[in-house]
């Protein structure tokens, strides 16, 4: 018996870590009814991981958990979790790109605010949704920007020939024989800044 309350109470304190590293506010009486067990217990839970946070500081970053006595709710906080600023800024940069399509940005920065600090969080929402709402992301063949991008850094790392092939504003089909050096991005495009093998055959420029 006493083993399982040892594991049962070793899960509930896990569990909180793992709610505060995805950036949940932690209610002691929330947490009590959801467990069945009384808020002492909850407390003492906390306890117990504010004392794993303060022996583990330096591999944590510094890692704490915070009451905030408006909300009656404890928050982790992080030397390594983005400020709202920092966030917001990569968001406007992601977003004014237009590089990717709306899922694959959403799916993006929904990532990344796991991985700001609750502080404030509802405001970041406010500001990304306002610029999300106007957001037309710029039509393109492949089916994934991530994908692709993906696989040009690779190929630049292998510096490997590769054969594209694209289309002109015409629509006409071009295929080309390139060894990708760099990506940049544009306001429409993803250029990959190339040059073409020596060897390559003249019937694939």
Same mark, same amino acid.
């Given at each position: 018996m006493d083993n399982e309350y040892k594991n049962y109470k070793a899960d509930r304190v896990l569990k909180l /870590?793992? +709610?505060? /590293?995805?950036?949940?506010? *932690? #209610?002691? @009486? @929330?947490?009590?009814?959801?467990?069945?067990? #009384?808020?002492?217990?909850?407390? +003492?839970? !906390?306890?117990?991981? &504010?004392?794993?946070?303060? %022996?583990? +500081?330096? =591999? /944590?970053?510094? @890692? $704490?958990?915070?009451? #905030?006595?408006?909300?009656?709710?404890?928050? *982790? $906080?992080?030397?390594?979790?983005?400020?709202?600023?920092? *966030?917001? @800024? =990569?968001a406007k940069v992601l977003i004014g790109s237009r590089a990717f399509s709306h899922e694959e940005l959403l799916t993006i920065i929904g990532k990344l605010k796991t991985h700001t600090s609750y #502080?404030?969080? &509802?405001?970041?929402?406010?500001? =990304?949704?306002? $610029?999300?709402?106007?957001? $037309?992301?710029?039509?393109?063949?492949?089916?994934?920007? !991530? %994908?692709?991008?993906?696989? /040009?850094?690779?190929? =630049?790392?292998e510096q490997r020939a590769i054969t594209i092939n694209y289309y002109k504003m015409n629509r006409n089909k071009v295929k080309h024989r390139i060894i990708p050096v760099s990506i940049m991005f544009s306001e429409y495009y993803v250029n990959a800044p190339t040059h073409v093998p020596t060897n390559t055959p003249k019937n694939l420029l």
């Open positions: /870590l793992f +709610r505060a /590293l995805k950036g949940e506010s *932690l #209610s002691v @009486a @929330a947490l009590a009814d959801e467990s069945n067990v #009384s808020t002492r217990s909850i407390t +003492r839970d !906390i306890n117990d991981l &504010k004392a794993f946070l303060a %022996d583990y +500081r330096d =591999i /944590l970053g510094n @890692a $704490e958990l915070k009451y #905030s006595a408006s909300d009656h709710c404890y928050t *982790l $906080e992080m030397d390594n979790l983005f400020s709202n600023k920092e *966030l917001f @800024a =990569i #502080s404030d969080k &509802k405001h970041l929402e406010q500001l =990304i949704a306002k $610029e999300m709402f106007n957001y $037309e992301e710029v039509g393109s063949d492949c089916d994934s920007v !991530i %994908d692709n991008v993906w696989k /040009l850094s690779n190929y =630049i790392q």
